[in-house]
């Protein structure tokens, strides 16, 4: 079955490094993916990786897939205020004609001067 | 990125009303789909739809009701909102091969 979990908070310090965690559960996940969302806003796509890769960098994100214990992660290097928001990783499976995205329940970050 | 667009961004409405939430991009994306999000919640999938007059429910029972009659529309209607369809509802979209959703802003609908 599908199922997506996160912690629910997370606060760190400006400058400090942020990491987010979150675990699934589906090993038939092709993608998965972190979306940021801040108040009032839609969902904004960060970042992705394939499933077959451990790790991908993309300026101040690093994202780790750890797959044999199905364990994503989402490190923000420099976090700065403008970071706070919630973040949801996402995995994609897919299904006849297209794929789904099954989402977690999202991480809110507050960053603290 | 995608260019999607979601309207009304708040809608504050009486019960019974009908309601039609609409949601259009312009990237010719074959792939639309329909969030519902409670606040500080995790998002639920309630309608999909892979290219025009193709529409499928989500994993989310609604009673809301989508079409897609042309590429880049893809409406959602509620006959009769309730209370209890006070959420926030995210449209997104993808193309065909592709595996990225695009997310809209999302509209706010408060039932009254």
């Known amino acids: 079955g599908e199922d997506v979990e996160q912690s629910l908070f997370l606060s760190v310090r400006e400058g400090d490094s942020s990491v987010i965690n979150c675990t699934y559960t589906?090993?038939?996940?092709?993608?998965l993916y972190w979306y940021k969302q801040e108040p009032g806003a839609g969902l904004q796509l960060l970042t992705y990786i394939f499933s077959n890769m451990d790790m991908k960098q993309d300026q101040r994100l690093t994202v780790l897939l750890n797959k044999k214990d199905k364990h994503l992660s989402l490190r923000i290097a420099d976090t700065q205020t403008g970071d706070s928001a919630i973040y949801f990783c996402a995995e994609s499976i897919l299904t006849g004609g297209g794929n789904k995205l099954t989402f977690g329940t999202g991480t809110q970050l507050k960053v603290e001067l | 990125e995608a260019d999607i667009y979601q309207t009304p961004r708040y809608l504050v409405i009486g019960t019974g009303k009908k309601i039609t939430l609409e949601c259009s991009q312009t990237?010719?994306?074959?792939?639309m789909y329909w969030y519902q999000q409670d606040p500080g919640m995790e998002l639920h999938l309630i309608h999909y739809s892979y290219g025009v007059n193709s529409t499928e429910k989500g994993d989310l029972s609604s009673e809301s009701t989508v079409s897609r009659i042309r590429t880049e529309h893809f409406p959602l209607t509620l006959e009769s909102a309730r209370p209890s369809h006070t959420s926030q509802y995210l449209c997104?979209?993808?193309?065909?091969?592709?595996?990225?959703?695009?997310f809209g802003p999302g509209t706010r609908l408060t039932v009254l």
């Open positions: 589906d090993s038939s996940s092709t993608y």
């Open positions: 997104a979209s993808g193309a065909l091969g592709g595996h990225t959703q695009y």
């Open positions: 990237m010719g994306h074959d792939k």
